[in-house]
């Protein structure tokens, strides 16, 4: 099956450091990708959508300027955590598609826990 | 509004019982997938199935049972003579025509005990 990696796996950060994490898509062409938060013991909440060369699209109440995205290649996406503070802590997880339709299956990464102290 | 409910958020059993998670879904559209994941402590989803709304056959994957319900909009997953390794969280989500988004339900922890 298709392999999503994310790097780190975690980190460690100071308040007010910005934090940049890595997905990428190791054996096929991300055409799309997404980045979820989920906080302990809750559901994953999507973030953003992001499209190979674009905008990326930001779920509502998710602040642009915060989290910055950006998905330059077809293999690669990035989420940057600006400015980060304690209430950023949280286990961020991308996920990635290979095209469009009914069966275009999401491949998720192994997820990034930050820690923000 | 399209909407995901797991109602069990904790389930414990002990090793070789027979374990149903159940995934109630709302949406108003004819075409739609369903989806469950696995999530262990190590984080990573792992995708289990998809069903599609046009396909009410049941399915059984080795232990693995899913038994979709267009009539009472569920999709419940049975994990028949559980094992320790099955302890996880299970996710049930859904995508709507038309879009790649996934809305998860809040998810369901099992504990499988020796």
């Known amino acids: 099956g298709a392999v999503v990696s994310q790097h780190p796996s975690w980190v460690i950060c100071k308040s007010g450091t910005s934090v940049k994490i890595e997905c990428r898509s190791l054996d096929f062409q991300a055409t799309t990708m997404f980045w979820y938060r989920q906080f302990p013991k809750q559901s994953l909440m999507l973030m953003a959508t992001s499209n190979e060369g674009s905008k990326a699209t930001y779920e509502q109440g998710v602040e642009k300027d915060k989290f910055l995205i950006n998905h330059a290649s077809l293999t690669l996406s990035t989420l940057t955590v600006t400015s980060a503070h304690p209430e950023d802590s949280s286990f961020y997880i991308c996920?990635?598609?290979?095209?469009?339709?009914?069966?275009?299956?999401?491949?998720f990464g192994p997820g990034t826990r930050l820690t923000v102290l | 509004a399209q909407k995901v409910t797991q109602a069990q958020t904790e389930i414990s059993v002990v090793e070789k019982e027979d374990v149903t998670l159940d995934c109630v879904y709302e949406?108003?559209?004819?075409?739609?997938?369903l989806f469950w994941y696995k999530q262990p402590p190590s984080g990573e989803l792992v995708f289990l199935i998809r069903?599609?709304?046009?396909?009410?056959q049941n399915e059984i994957s080795g232990r693995y049972s899913w038994n979709f319900q267009k009539s009472t909009s569920s999709f419940n997953f049975t994990i028949t003579a559980s094992q320790v390794v099955d302890s996880a969280v299970y996710f049930c989500s859904l995508r709507l025509r038309n879009t790649d988004k996934l809305i998860f339900g809040t998810g369901t922890r099992l504990q499988v005990f020796p």
């Open positions: 069903r599609n709304s046009f396909d009410e």
């Open positions: 996920s990635a598609t290979s095209g469009t339709g009914p069966y275009n299956e999401q491949f």
């Open positions: 949406t108003r559209d004819t075409t739609y997938y």
